[in-house]
Every structure is written in C-alpha cells, then in structure tokens.
C-alpha cells in the first residue's frame, strides 16, 4: 500500500497529466477546493474512505492510486498514449490517414517477434 505521500503525489501527478485544475477536480469529486489543497499540501490525510471517488473522477481504479495494482500504471499511459493519437488521427484528411496506417503497418511488419 502506498504511503499518504504517495497516494497524493500520484494524485497531482494524474491531475496534472490530464490537463485538470485543483478546481476542476474538486468540482468532480464534491469537495471544497480548499480542502483539496490541503490534501496537496499534506495538511491533511488522504481519507481512504474517499479512495473511489478519487480514483473515479481520475479514470484508475481504486486499487491502484493505493497501490495494490501497479501493473494499472501502463495501463493508464497505454490509455493516454491511445486518447492522443487518436486526437491527433481525426484531425488528418482521408490521404494523411492512410499514410499514418501504412506507416503503423509497415512499423508492424519489421518489429521482431
């Protein structure tokens, strides 16, 4: 199990990765945004009994923001990695589509098995 610590660090870190103000998340779990940043500022103990909340307005389980899954950790970059090419794809014309998927393919092919 992660430390208070860590359970916040992760927390900023995840926040910070997607683009959340301290404000926002607050709105997204019900909290008052000061107590939030208390949270931030190890003023206060992380309370466990919220873990799901936290974990639901971040997109990570449980689990994992207290450390029982870390295998969740690619899991969640895979996902983001994925969320932003995908931004990036629909932006592209019909002719610079096809190119990034015969590129994807063609990158498939000479990958070592």
Known sequence: MRTNEEIIDLIVKLR?????S???LAEKINMPKSTLSRYENYSREF??????VFA??????????LGFD???SSNHEESNLRK???????EL???EKKEV???ARNKKKKKPK
């Not at 910070?16 to 959340?20: D, I």
């Open 22 to 24: 301290l404000s926002r």
């Open 84 to 90: 932003e090419i995908l931004e990036v794809f629909v």
């Open 16 to 20: 910070k990765e997607q683009g959340l």
């Open 70 to 72: 870390v295998d969740e």
């Open 56 to 65: 639901n307005a971040l997109g990570v389980s449980s689990q994992y923001l």
């Open 47 to 52: 309370p466990l009994n919220k873990a799901d």
């Open 101 to 103: 998927i015969d590129f």
């Open 93 to 95: 014309d019909s002719d």
